[in-house]
């Protein structure tokens, strides 16, 4: 026998937030972003803060890791900086990233060398290195628009998610009914 449940409550609130949280990137992707890394900093500086604290006690217990002590100050120091620069930080990470997709690119050219004089198919080796090449490329000429597509994009995403647990909470409930349940 199946037993009634109650997907009506925190489901249904669940769905809605997530739908809100995405149409709200969406709608301002700048907003959000620069939110979502001043959250990012002060939790990173709070990780930082604990992984010092550690550092101290399990020195006092004989443990001496100074990782923990250099990790904890690194992760501190970047998340006030984050946290006090987020826009600068935000409009460099495409940068960043273009460039490091770029280099991926550019790195796969000998092992794309070498398939091609084993006799392979060149194809998939070319397009291992021409794709990174022009997505970094494009990160790199068009970092705001491409930062600023990626967090709708993402927005998107939450939403759809909050549409499709919405959805499906209203087909669990319906098979429930015809099931003489509810």
């Known amino acids: ?29 700048a907003m959000t972003s620069l939110l979502m890394a001043n959250l990012l900093a002060l939790l990173g500086f709070a990780y930082g803060i604990y992984m010092i604290a550690r550092w101290f006690t399990d020195r006092k217990k004989g443990y001496d890791s100074i990782t923990d002590l250099l990790l904890g100050a690194s992760l501190s120091v970047v998340s006030v900086a984050v946290y006090l620069h987020p826009a600068w930080v935000l409009a460099s990470l495409p940068i960043v990233a273009g460039i490091g997709m770029i280099v991926n690119g550019i790195s796969k ?3 794309a ?3 091609k004089k084993a006799g392979g198919s060149g194809w998939g080796p070319l397009l291992a290195i021409v794709l990174p090449v022009l ?24 939403s759809m998610i909050g549409f499709f647990d919405l959805f499906s909470i209203f087909l669990i409930n319906r098979s429930l009914h015809d099931l003489q349940v509810l």
């Open 1 to 29: 026998m199946l037993r009634r449940i109650d997907f009506w409550g925190p489901s249904l609130m669940e769905s809605v937030a997530l739908i809100l949280a995405g149409a709200l990137i969406l709608i301002e992707p």
């Open 109 to 111: 050219i000998s092992s």
């Open 113 to 115: 060398i070498q398939v």
């Open 135 to 158: 997505m970094g490329s494009f990160l790199l000429f068009f970092p705001i628009a491409s930062f600023e597509g990626f967090v709708m994009l993402a927005g998107t995403f939450i």
